[in-house]
Every structure is written in C-alpha cells, then in structure tokens.
C-alpha cells in the first residue's frame, strides 16, 4: 500500500481522496498494519479544501487550494498544522 510507505517519508503533505467515513475505515486499517498514532494522523483524507463538492474538477481545485495554502503557510512562517517532530520539511 502506498500509504503505508509515503507515511513514514518527510513529505509535507500526505493524502487519499475518501468520504469521512471510508477515511475512518482507512486509519482503522492503518493502525491494524502497524502505522502509529503520529504516522496516522499525518493523513489528511479526505483530502483538499472543504467545498462540499463531488464534481472531479472542483476537488481537484480543492486539493489544489489546500496544496497553495501549504505552501503560502510555510513561506510565511506559519504553519495551519504543525509539523511533525522529527521529520525534516520537504522543500516545495
């Protein structure tokens, strides 16, 4: 699974696209395999901006939005959630 692997990587952002609820099941899954609490809570699914849509391009500007807003957080020395301990930034 390719979860399991970007997981335990210094990424900055680390996501799959899910429903609240398939996204509950998928951590439940996640922990069953061993991932801990730290490298579960690092998935952020679902994943993008919440703009209540299911039209493929408005989540796909959703998670396009959450990537810039990353991105715009860090470059101003902010962070909308911090950054794990322990792992380096990854530079974008």
């Known amino acids: ?3 399991l692997a970007a997981l335990k990587r ?3 952002l680390v996501g799959a696209m899910a429903s609240e ?8 899954r996640l ?4 991932l801990s609490p730290f490298e579960i809570s690092r998935l952020e699914s679902p994943l993008g901006l919440p703009v209540g849509s299911r039209l493929p391009f408005e989540i796909a500007l959703s998670i396009l939005g959450r990537i810039l807003q990353l991105k ?3 470059q101003a020395g902010q962070a909308s ?10 530079r974008m």
Do not use: V
């Not at 609820?21 to 439940?28: I, L």
């Open 81 to 90: 959630k911090p950054f794990p301990q322990g792992l380096k930034q990854a």
């Open 21 to 28: 609820r398939t996204a509950g099941k998928r951590r439940s």
């Open 1 to 3: 699974m390719a979860l």
């Open 72 to 74: 715009n957080a860090r």
């Open 10 to 12: 210094p990424a900055l």
């Open 31 to 34: 922990a069953q395999l061993g």
